[in-house]
């Protein structure tokens, strides 16, 4: 018998070396056969070996046989709405598992601040009054969408200052009394013009059935850019978790820390909720789901967070669109109806160990 | 001692707005090399503030608070953070993180932006728990930890930013006396062995004057005397800082001062002795019945 041996593994299980890429390697699996299925499915289905056929003729690696309405609706119509679930599931999810880091919460989503009912005001704005349809080449309601949702948290961010501070309780506090004027203001409007109420109803609820390559032009560049500034804070973010005072004495400059990853948080929320509406749930739920499987290492979870955002949003959308009903369902409610369980599934399994 | 402190606070006063005085006043303080210097002083009279403006977490209102010979405000927030490390008080420990994450976020002032944390940083990290006896913590989960581990583990934090300055905020408030001891023990060797200059708060006049190669003394945001232990600790000062009469004997050991209480209530008549008693202890204890006679008056 030698005492070195068990000392030895002990010191190995002692300090764990990290394997940084597993997660993110997961979640980019889920990924990709989330938009796999989701090219499949839908009111006019294509099987899985038609796509792949369609996708290699499309890099001219194999002679197209398949019909040409089928190419048309993978191309046109469901690829590039796949894309764009896949980036508003992604900024809401990243925005969200920001907000959490941030503000060291985990019910903080990404509408904590205002986007939503910013942008809900804004978008209203433009169905009643009388302004173009198009502003330059974006849409008058995602324009007022996306600068309503900005001119929100901006005010949150103004109105939650003392002094120099910016003390995150106060921002909390300024962001339910905005969105609350907000909201109000939203009400009274759809009220008045009780004419326009179906068409800003469903804005509202949320959804790609609108969806094209333009759109994704327009909100993947925003996206993808703030999505890097908030992966690269996954460090600043896991010392924030000792809180402020702490995270200053080890080197992290909070102020400036913090302002950066909510802006970056309210841009592509903004983008996101320009371009699909006001999805609940995945901002919230999604990484709070990702930390209860993979862990609370922001510089992992961030990324990881984003890729699942991404598929579960996907998979809504299929969802919403292969579901028979007389129409699309909203996938507002997809995402909630197929969320809640799954997330108290996970909550049940992993509920002996402390997540926060 | 040494020529230049590491840290000096040069006539520094702080106001909050809604306070009566000044939290700080015109206080100047110097941390040299290698030296433990103890604070103390009666709640509320502006030690965590002060311990605050010396970590650069607060900037003085009046005043200036240098670094290695160069204002600390003209320092980055990472470059003092590689060169003074805190140990808050009563610090919030996220439950999920291990004892490995408690300790490798001390290296976080020294890692180049978007790397990781490297080998190297491992090691000092593994080091740094090794020096406070707590290796067996790295993979235990924070929230599953008693106070004194805790503490130990932002103590091994502190030491793995590698500082030239540690301040500790109150490190023995919560624990009990062997894991008091501990922690100071441990203040001191670091002091001596890496050149630390050591600012650490304290309420037990006893556990500084054992442990501290000078202590300050504070009242009402001003530092009313710093010096060797010997003549701070001494009955007079103590009266005027805490309004409590109190005798110092030398401790038989160590020559350094001990602080006796006053006698709660009224002592009873000694009694019989077992054995031949010392003649200084019967001096000691009628000087502590006289003592409480008269505060009961």
């Known amino acids: ?356 | 001692m040494s020529a230049q402190p590491v840290l000096a606070l040069d006539a520094v006063s702080v106001a909050f707005p809604e306070a009566p005085r000044p939290a700080l006043a015109a206080v100047s303080l110097a941390l040299g090399a290698g030296r433990l210097v103890g604070l103390l002083g009666p709640n509320g009279c502006g030690k965590s503030t002060l311990l605050r403006v010396a970590a650069g977490l607060l900037s003085p209102h009046v005043g200036t608070v240098s670094l290695a010979g160069k204002p600390l405000a003209s320092h980055r927030r990472d470059e003092i953070a590689r060169r003074v490390a805190v140990v808050p008080q009563g610090a919030v420990v996220p439950e999920a993180f291990t004892g490995w994450d408690v300790v490798l976020a001390g290296r976080t002032p020294h890692l180049r932006p978007l790397r990781g944390p490297s080998p190297a940083d491992e090691a000092i990290a593994r080091d740094a728990l090794a020096a406070v006896d707590a290796s067996h913590l790295a993979g235990r989960r924070a929230g599953a930890m008693s106070g004194g581990e805790r503490q130990r583990l932002l103590l091994a934090r502190a030491i793995a930013q590698e500082p030239a300055v540690l301040l500790l905020d109150e490190p023995t408030t919560h624990l009990d006396l062997p894991h008091q001891l501990a922690v100071l023990d441990l203040a001191l060797r670091f002091s001596r062995e890496a050149d630390l200059a050591v600012l650490a708060v304290f309420h037990d006049l006893n556990l500084a004057a054992a442990y501290c190669d000078e202590i300050a003394l504070m009242a009402d945001g001003r530092i009313l005397v710093h010096g060797p232990p010997a003549a701070v600790v001494a009955p007079s000062w103590i009266a005027e800082v805490y309004g409590i009469d109190v005798a110092v004997v030398p401790h038989p050991a160590t020559g350094r001062p001990v602080v006796l209480l006053p006698a709660a209530a009224p002592a009873r008549d000694p009694a019989p002795a077992t054995g031949p008693r010392d003649p200084a202890l019967n001096v000691l204890l009628t000087e502590r019945q006289e003592m409480a006679e008269a505060m009961t008056r």
């Not at chain 1, 990881?304 to 991404?310: H, I, K, P, R, S």
């Open chain 1, 1 to 356: 018998m030698t005492a070195a041996a068990p000392a030895a593994a002990a010191a190995a299980g002692a300090f764990p070396r990290r394997r940084t890429a597993s997660p993110i390697l997961v979640a980019a699996v889920c990924l990709f056969l989330a938009a796999l299925l989701a090219l499949a499915v839908g009111k006019a289905p294509i099987p899985p070996a038609q796509v792949a056929e369609l996708f290699l003729a499309r890099f001219g690696l194999a002679a197209p046989d398949a019909p040409a309405n089928a190419e048309a609706i993978l191309f046109q119509i469901r690829l590039p709405r796949i894309v764009l679930a896949g980036i508003v599931g992604g900024a809401l999810a990243v925005a969200g598992a920001a907000y959490q880091g941030v503000f060291r919460n985990p019910l903080a989503d990404p509408y904590l601040l205002g986007v939503a009912s910013g942008a809900g005001l804004g978008a209203v704005l433009a169905f009643i009054l009388p302004v173009p349809r198009h502003l330059l080449a974006v849409g008058a309601v995602q324009a007022f969408a996306f600068l309503g949702g900005i001119a929100a948290v901006a005010a949150v961010y103004l109105l939650g200052r003392v002094g120099g501070s910016v003390p995150t309780t106060a921002l909390i506090l300024a962001g339910v009394a905005v969105s609350a004027a907000a909201t109000a203001a939203t009400a009274y409007l759809m009220y008045v013009r009780g004419d326009q109420l179906l068409v800003i109803y469903s804005w509202i609820l949320g959804g790609f059935n609108v969806a094209g390559w333009q759109e994704v032009r327009l909100v993947a560049p925003v996206v993808l850019l703030c999505a890097v500034v908030m992966a690269a804070g996954g460090r600043v973010m896991n010392t924030l978790q000792f809180g402020e005072e702490q995270a200053e004495s080890l080197g992290v400059p909070v102020a400036r820390a913090m302002l950066i990853l909510i802006v970056a948080a309210t841009l592509a929320t903004a983008a996101a909720v320009s371009a699909a509406g006001l999805i609940g749930f995945v901002g919230l739920v999604v990484p709070h789901a990702t930390r209860l499987v993979f862990g609370h290492d922001y510089r992992q979870l961030v990324p990881t967070a984003a890729l699942l955002g991404a598929a579960f949003l996907i998979l809504a959308d299929a969802g919403a669109r292969a579901l028979p009903g007389p129409s699309e369902i909203p996938v507002g409610v997809v995402t909630a109806a197929i969320g809640a369980p799954f997330f108290l599934l996970i909550l049940r399994r992993q509920k002996r160990i402390a997540f926060w």
